[in-house]
């Protein structure tokens, strides 16, 4: 069955240096998404991405945040000048239309990333 | 940005015991997602709900549409201890931007 991959697990990074977060989604998928998940509270959503470029961002995703379609299946989560506060899991996540207006999102198994 | 409320935040109960929790929004959804997750791993997408009115039956797990399409629920029948984990539901808008309530978290004991 496909799914969604992300690598590193686990990234551990220093204050102010900047990480990359990578992302293989389903083959065929149009619409890519990162979310966050801080340690015991809910998903949040961080920025879409649909035909190579971003289609919607929340208010967590500021300039410190950038993501690229760098070729035909990676996409990646930039962060620069890493925070403590940015520790948490990202999650990346694909989905395709089902019908009209309704989709089914598929997540990966996430990325921990622990700023020291 | 619409607001999803889920409750209980908590649940506790024994292996075998019937249990619902529930979904709900102050607006219309277009569809609804219920995911569970469990500690240190993404989001597992269960169902999609779109009709109003509409149920879904996976296995023990039964997934219930509000007429209205505000609310939502999920009743898991004789639970078992590999059913505990953080249930979430989402809710998309044309699939730009998932909303994700805080979750259940449902523990079952042997």
């Known amino acids: 069955e496909p799914e969604v991959t992300q690598t590193p697990s686990h990234q551990v990074t220093q204050m102010g240096q900047e990480v990359i977060l990578r992302c293989v989604p389903i083959?065929?998928?149009?619409?890519f998404y990162w979310y966050r998940q801080i340690l015991g509270q809910k998903v949040e959503f961080l920025v879409s991405?649909?035909?190579?470029?971003?289609?919607?961002k929340s208010e967590i995703f500021d300039d410190q945040f950038s993501v690229e379609r760098p070729d035909g299946s990676n996409f990646t989560l930039k962060i620069r000048s890493t925070k403590l506060e940015d520790s948490a899991m990202y999650f990346c996540?694909?989905?395709?239309?089902?019908?009209?207006?309704?989709?089914?999102?598929?997540f990966g198994p996430g990325t921990r990333l622990t700023v020291t | 940005t619409q607001l999803l409320e889920q409750s209980p935040q908590f649940l506790s109960i024994q292996e075998g015991e019937n249990l619902t929790v529930y979904c709900n929004s102050s607006?219309?959804?277009?569809?609804l997602q219920w995911y569970r997750q469990e500690p240190g791993e993404g989001p597992v997408l269960l169902v999609t709900?779109?009709?109003?009115?509409e149920v879904k039956k996976l296995k023990r797990l039964t997934f219930q549409f509000g007429d209205a399409r505000k609310d939502s629920s999920l009743h898991i029948t004789a639970a078992q201890p590999g059913d505990t984990g953080l249930y979430l539901c989402?809710?998309?808008?044309?699939?730009?931007?998932?909303?994700f309530g805080p979750g259940t978290r449902l523990s079952v004991l042997p």
């Open positions: 996540a694909s989905s395709e239309p089902l019908w009209g207006t309704n989709y089914e999102q598929y």
């Open positions: 989402a809710e998309s808008s044309y699939g730009q931007n998932f909303v």
């Open positions: 991405f649909y035909n190579n470029e971003i289609s919607e």
């Open positions: 709900v779109v009709t109003g009115g």
């Open positions: 083959s065929n998928h149009l619409y």
């Open positions: 607006s219309v959804f277009s569809s």
